[in-house]
């Protein structure tokens, strides 16, 4: 039985108690909602004692991410616009982004601070990061002029994937992920975690947007079955169709929203349910629940910034 959720990113992490503990807007805490009693259920470290110990504090001390200066080092070019690209940031960030939904916030060096923009993390290797990044608007096109540029990555951020409990349960089980497009950026880090669990993982991957399919050969080496499609709508979902029939534990989408609701239509049609992990794809700017960007409407008619708020997709207003 599918239970809903939601809990902070953040919360028993460096970054909590963050800044919205001070004005009454943590989620988690009732009594740093503003309210006279403590009815929350979360059972790890309380927030209000760990505000309350290192009370007092100035707004100018509270908790921040760590900024890195590093250069940007093109691997490959995918498309007239994509780029996957490496970069050097010591081994105590990478290993703090080696894990699912991981990403960082990113401008070129003498860029001011409106031109940060987040990217996932592709891929971990010591104290390197693989990202996959497409040049689609004004911040990611400033990237790389020049080609190979000095940029500031601040992180690490953790909530690029909704539904990470249900990754971090399934254990033993079977997975099927439809990836598609620039979502392949995300696979690696979803195989890694679902095959340290013991999983058997299948993905069916479309080129998407990206216009290539750029990850098979190293899910493969790490022993994912993957299927090739042409197009997720044309060949994919009637692919996963045909795969929901075997027992399936969870469901993963990298992808657009489109891709995440067309996926849970075509569950619904087969009959199927099952437990989803998706990517998130909110627009975000500050990552940190204060500016807004990324608030998005529960089907509770609840407001939530989900650049903190971790929860099942389903809840979401708008999705199918
Ligand atoms: C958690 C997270 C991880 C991301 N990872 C990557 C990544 O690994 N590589 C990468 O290239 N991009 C990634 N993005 C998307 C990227 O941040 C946006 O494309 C970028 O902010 C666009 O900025 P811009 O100024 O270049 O374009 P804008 O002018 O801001 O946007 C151009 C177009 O892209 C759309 N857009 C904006 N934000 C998003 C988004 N989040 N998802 C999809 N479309 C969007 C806009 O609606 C608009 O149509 C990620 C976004 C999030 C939230
Ligand atoms: S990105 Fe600023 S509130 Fe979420």
């Avoid at 990611?140 to 690490?156: H, I, K």
């Amino acid at each position: 039985m599918m239970r809903p959720f939601m809990r902070c990113i953040d919360v028993n992490s460096e970054q909590c108690p963050c800044l919205l503990s001070d004005t009454n807007h943590c989620f988690m805490c009732s009594q740093l909602k503003g309210e006279a009693v403590c009815n929350c259920d979360w059972t790890g470290q309380c927030i209000l004692h760990e505000k309350r110990w290192k009370a007092p504090r100035k707004p100018s001390d509270a908790p921040c991410r760590r900024e890195v200066e590093s250069t940007l080092v093109i691997k490959r070019q995918v498309n007239e616009h994509t780029y996957i690209v490496e970069t050097e940031v010591g081994l105590e960030l990478a290993e703090q982004l080696n894990k699912i939904g991981s990403f960082i916030f990113m401008r070129r060096v003498d860029d001011p601070e409106m031109c940060n923009f987040p990217v996932g993390i592709m891929n971990v290797k010591r104290g390197t990061l693989t990202m996959a990044i497409e040049t689609i608007g004004p911040k990611s096109s400033r990237l790389f002029m020049p080609l190979e540029a000095r940029v500031l990555l601040r992180g690490p951020y953790l909530n690029g994937v909704f539904g990470q409990p249900w990754i971090d349960s399934t254990k033993y089980g079977t997975i099927l992920a439809a990836v598609g497009g620039l979502g392949q950026s995300n696979a690696l880090m979803l195989a890694k975690a679902i095959l340290a669990n013991g999983n058997k993982a299948t993905f069916v991957i479309a080129p998407g947007q990206a216009g290539s399919i750029f990850v098979a050969d190293e899910l493969q080496a790490m022993g994912v079955e993957v299927i090739s499609v042409s197009s997720m709508r044309r060949e994919g979902f009637a692919k996963l169709q045909e795969l929901f029939s075997d027992k399936v534990d969870l469901l993963l989408s990298a992808g657009p929203d489109d891709l995440h609701n067309g996926l849970i239509a075509t569950m619904h049609e087969s009959g199927y349910n099952f437990p989803m992990a998706v990517t998130n794809n909110a627009t975000m700017c500050c990552g940190e629940g204060i500016c807004g960007s990324c608030a998005k409407k529960t089907k509770d008619g609840v407001w939530i910034r989900t650049c903190k708020v971790q929860l099942d997709f389903n809840q979401l207003e708008n999705s199918h």
